[in-house]
């Protein structure tokens, strides 16, 4: 058994979507990244990357790299899922919080983790998802991001 924890980070900004597990939320500000930001995905990839000891989100998918370019994070979710798939592991959980002072995401929070399950071939009671604010505290609680972690349990096949 091996553990993982990821953690991602953008900032938001106006003319972007906002774009969380793989759910366009209806926002007026969206973040900003090279792909499409998607900050929950990324903490989830950092996640099982880091319990595989295979690097990280840049490694496999560096911002330098113009075929990720505004990519749908789901995609860089599945080629995560298909590297795990080939050395033998298999994903047991996914726990993740997003922490954002707006908006408000606990309607959107089920059809993110019924999208992160079906990337990653689990169950929906495998992945978990909750949702904070900052307080009105630093970066996220003045509204200027919004950042998320994640930790996963892996199992090698062999």
């Known amino acids: 058994m091996r553990v993982g924890y990821g953690y991602d980070v953008h900032r938001l900004v106006k003319n972007r979507k906002l774009i969380l ?3 366009v ?3 007026h500000l969206g973040l ?3 792909s499409d930001a998607d900050v929950l995905i990324h903490a989830v990839i950092d996640a099982l ?3 595989a000891a295979l690097g990280d989100i840049g490694k496999h998918f560096p911002d330098t ?3 990720y370019k505004n990519i ?3 995609e860089l979710l599945l080629k995560t ?3 795990l798939s080939t050395e033998k592991i298999i994903i047991n959980n996914i726990d993740a919080t997003i922490v954002a002072q707006e908006p408000k995401l606990i309607e ?3 059809e993110m983790k019924s999208n992160i399950a079906e990337d990653l071939d689990l169950r929906v009671d495998e992945v978990n998802i909750k949702a904070t604010t900052g307080e009105q505290i630093g970066a996220m609680g003045r509204s200027e991001g919004i950042s998320a972690t994640a930790i996963t349990l892996l199992q090698s096949m062999e």
Do not use: T
């Open 21 to 23: 597990g793989g759910v």
């Open 32 to 34: 900003k990244g090279h």
């Open 65 to 67: 790299d113009s075929r």
């Open 49 to 51: 990357l880091g319990a």
């Open 81 to 83: 899922r298909n590297l």
């Open 72 to 74: 749908d994070s789901r």
């Open 25 to 27: 939320v209806p926002y």
């Open 108 to 110: 959107y929070i089920p």
